[in-house]
């Protein structure tokens, strides 16, 4: 789904955080109960997830939302 114009993007460090962790796509996928296409998009910033998906990436990551997703250019 296309941003709708004039609404701030969502950046993340999902990347970042699953490197430091070791992880890979498929294992973070597996943990958080979603697809690894889900989390190749978001590492991309081509999706922004639900609140839902946010809190268990936050929670599997023991970390703030805010840590993890804010607000990007």
Partial sequence: MPRIEGTPS????IQKLR?????????LA????VTRATIIALE???YNPSLELAFRIAKFFKT????IFYIGD
Avoid: F, R, Y
């Fill in 44 to 46: 991309k910033g081509n």
């Fill in 30 to 33: 597996k943990a958080v109960q």
């Fill in 19 to 27: 490197q430091i962790n070791g992880l890979t796509q498929e294992d």
């Fill in 64 to 67: 703030d939302i805010q840590k």
């Fill in 10 to 13: 969502i950046s993340n460090c």
